[in-house]
């Protein structure tokens, strides 16, 4: 069930969704001026792993040194669900650059054309409004979905990563993309 958007939401909206803007400044107020509940919720937390992954981001702090985050969490306007995210998850504020990730919460998502839908919002937010130099994305070598989307905003392929993360217990390889400020053009 949804809930209503506080009055602090920084929310971006596209033709099928809204993006929640969740940096350090909305993050304390989610879990300061919202139940429990309602926490969950906002944050598309179903799980009580989500949800202790997200509260364990808010209680070590949205910034360490050099460091820090946006994320834009993915609500689908026409039931209110939220259905994943998207977002900078290590911003390097001195080098003017960071990583994205995303991630839809279900399969059933997936195929719509969500995350195209909304990347063009979130690279906008991140040259503009966090002023980037650089975007930084790391892809599974087999994660076609992912190599798509990096092709159709103009990712540049710079490289392989051998056994660069663990991913459910294996090391796999991941390839480098970038894109600079310069290259990038909304569509």
Not at 68 to 78: A, D, Q
Not at 128 to 134: A, F, S
């Amino acid at each position: 069930m949804p809930i209503t958007e506080p009055q602090w939401s920084k929310t971006i909206q596209t033709p099928r969704l809204s993006l929640r803007v969740v940096d350090e400044e909305t993050l304390p107020l989610v879990f300061t001026s919202l139940s429990e509940q309602d926490q969950r919720i906002y944050l598309g937390a179903t799980s009580n792993e989500a949800y202790a992954r997200e509260r364990l981001r808010y209680e070590k702090g949205c910034t360490t040194f050099n460091k820090s985050f946006v994320s834009f969490y993915i609500v689908e306007k026409e039931r209110g669900d939220v259905i994943g995210w998207q977002g900078y998850h290590t911003w390097y504020l001195e080098h003017r650059r960071a990583e994205i990730g995303y991630l839809l919460f279900e399969d059933k998502y997936m195929n719509r054309g969500y995350l195209s839908e909304a990347m063009p919002e979130m690279l906008d937010y991140g040259f503009h409004k966090m002023d980037l130099h650089r975007v930084e994305a790391f892809v599974e070598p087999g994660n076609g979905a992912s190599l798509r989307l990096m092709n159709k905003f103009g990712f540049v392929n710079e490289g392989h990563l051998r056994q660069h993360y663990i991913k459910n217990n294996v090391i796999e390889d991941s390839l480098v993309f970038s894109l600079l400020r310069s290259e990038y053009n909304k569509p």
